[in-house]
């Protein structure tokens, strides 16, 4: 989680969205930079709103406009897929290695998930629970557009470094998987149809 100050400006960081190529380009104009522990580098919109926002806010006299990008839900998946079967997960429980992305996105389809495919929801991430989600949503596969709004914003050109790339591996789904997958994550294909 990036926030810049004087903009009133906060990016949140969507797990396998390109946050640590973001983080490394634009760090040094933050206020605020949260890159680590995880946990509170994947600041939620939720946790954002209930802990982060009002404590900006009240310090800066303002609300903070928050930003993030988002996936296509099955590259998402299939990102936290070839991710996870690297050889240096250190969690053997959270490792993709032996199985198929059709299985991968079978267990993430499960109730509850297996430990290799609990990667959370994007919408979750994005939306919050009580209706109250990021003011901006773009999509990663159009990053150009969120990269002139940053541009834009911070009066600072953007010149984003390809970093944390994943293995290569085959993304097949079988048609029924592919089925499951779209009544699964409907509010996730559902977020992301409404972006621009």
Same mark, same amino acid.
């Given at each position: 989680?990036?926030?810049?100050? =004087?903009?009133?400006?906060?990016?949140?960081?969507?797990?396998?969205?390109? @946050?640590? *190529?973001?983080?490394? @380009?634009? &760090?040094?104009?933050?206020?605020?930079?949260?890159?680590?522990?995880?946990?509170?580098?994947?600041?939620?919109? *939720? #946790?954002?709103?209930?802990?982060?926002?009002?404590?900006?806010?009240?310090?800066?006299?303002?609300?903070?406009?928050?930003?993030?990008?988002?996936? =296509?839900? #099955? $590259?998402?998946?299939?990102?936290?897929?070839?991710?996870? @079967?690297?050889? $240096?997960?250190?969690?053997?429980?959270?490792?993709?290695?032996?199985?198929? +992305?059709? =299985?991968?996105?079978?267990?993430?389809?499960?109730?509850?998930?297996?430990?290799?495919? /609990?990667?959370?929801?994007?919408?979750?991430?994005?939306?919050?629970? &009580?209706? #109250?989600?990021?003011?901006?949503?773009?999509?990663?596969?159009?990053? /150009?557009? +969120?990269?002139?709004?940053?541009?834009?914003?911070?009066? +600072?050109?953007?010149?984003?470094?390809?970093?944390?790339?994943?293995?290569?591996?085959?993304? !097949?789904? @079988?048609? $029924?998987?592919?089925?499951?997958?779209?009544?699964?994550?409907? !509010? /996730?294909?559902?977020?992301?149809?409404?972006? $621009?």
């Amino acid at each position: 989680m990036l926030v810049f100050w =004087e903009q009133r400006l906060a990016i949140l960081a969507t797990p396998k969205t390109g @946050s640590t *190529a973001i983080e490394a @380009s634009l &760090e040094s104009l933050a206020a605020l930079s949260i890159q680590r522990p995880p946990v509170l580098k994947h600041t939620n919109v *939720a #946790r954002f709103h209930r802990f982060v926002g009002p404590y900006l806010a009240a310090a800066a006299g303002g609300p903070f406009t928050v930003v993030a990008l988002m996936r =296509e839900p #099955r $590259d998402w998946l299939g990102s936290w897929y070839r991710y996870r @079967s690297r050889d $240096d997960i250190p969690d053997e429980a959270k490792s993709t290695q032996g199985l198929s +992305f059709d =299985e991968f996105v079978q267990a993430w389809c499960s109730t509850p998930r297996p430990a290799f495919a /609990d990667v959370g929801s994007q919408a979750r991430f994005l939306q919050g629970t &009580e209706g #109250r989600g990021a003011d901006r949503v773009f999509r990663y596969e159009n990053i /150009d557009a +969120f990269v002139a709004f940053l541009e834009d914003r911070l009066d +600072f050109q953007i010149i984003l470094p390809q970093l944390n790339v994943s293995p290569k591996a085959s993304l !097949e789904l @079988s048609p $029924d998987t592919l089925t499951r997958l779209q009544t699964v994550a409907a !509010e /996730d294909f559902a977020l992301y149809n409404s972006l $621009d």
